[in-house]
């Protein structure tokens, strides 16, 4: 099966805003059985008082909580209208916020049973004044945030991949998301800060602890081809290092654009013939 397992919406806030529709169109187009509509969810509302950074990195993080009864309608009017010509899964790109987990485990209480694909991602981690802080934002918030870090990114690299692992620990009830997204997002801007390519001792050990735990879980990995589109990454997520490892503990690995737009469709697709 040809699967788009991780896209997004006109309804996203940092999104082209172009149709979904034609986004759909386009995945038919390029011979997709499968696609996974995955929108950022709303945020806990009381996050904002942990945020620090640029106030657009919030504010275009997620779908807006009154915005979700038009996500709902959209991606599940679309569900119906091609479902003779290609299967659609709605779900949710879910924010893994530590401190967090009670609110996030009662918004998939509420909305896991409309769904039926969902991603866990790590887009925000307390930086050195532990204040909550994007990571995928811009240089400038990256720089302010763990500028104490950037001297030793393997420190850097530890403190996120400590963070991946307490999001695949935790306790999220039963429509917890079964697949991890870009695993690897620290490195978004690795050519601009010349961070290493390859994670050191300590990333490792906290790689392995949480692919060990994903494959007991049988949990998925995001196979992201979004970084190497970016100007500072140029380079798809989780990486080669992760994914060898995942490969060898039976982690499946399924392909996403991370698609926000109707040129991202499938783009990258051919990088899965390195997971045969």
Known sequence: MKIDGHTHTELCPHGSRESTEKMIQKAIQLGFDHYCITEHAPLPLAFSQRYKGNPLGLSTASLAW???????????????????????????????????????????????????????????????????????????????????????????????FQLVYGSAAADLGP???????????????????????????????????TLDLLAKQGRELDFNTAGLYKTYCNDFYPGRQIC????????????????????????GYHLTQMLN
């Open 66 to 160: 009154e915005d979700l009864d038009a996500y709902f309608d959209l991606a599940e009017g679309l569900q119906k209208k091609y479902a003779d010509q290609i299967q659609i899964s709605v779900g949710f790109e879910v924010d893994y916020l530590p401190g967090f987990e009670k609110e996030t485990r009662a918004f998939l209480n509420q909305y896991g049973p409309r769904t039926q694909q969902n991603i866990l991602s790590v887009h925000f981690m307390a930086g050195t004044d532990d204040a909550m802080w994007c990571l995928d934002f811009d240089t400038d918030d990256f720089q302010a945030a763990f500028s104490s870090l950037l001297s030793d990114p393997q420190k850097l690299y530890a403190r996120y």
């Open 175 to 209: 429509y917890r998301p079964q697949r991890i997204g870009h695993m690897s997002l620290i490195k978004k801007y690795a050519d601009f800060f010349k961070l290493p390519d390859d994670f050191g001792a300590d990333s490792l050990a906290l790689i392995n602890r």
């Open 244 to 267: 060898q490892l995942a490969q060898k503990k039976g982690i499946p690995l399924v392909f996403g654009s991370d698609a926000h737009a109707i040129s991202e469709v499938g783009r």
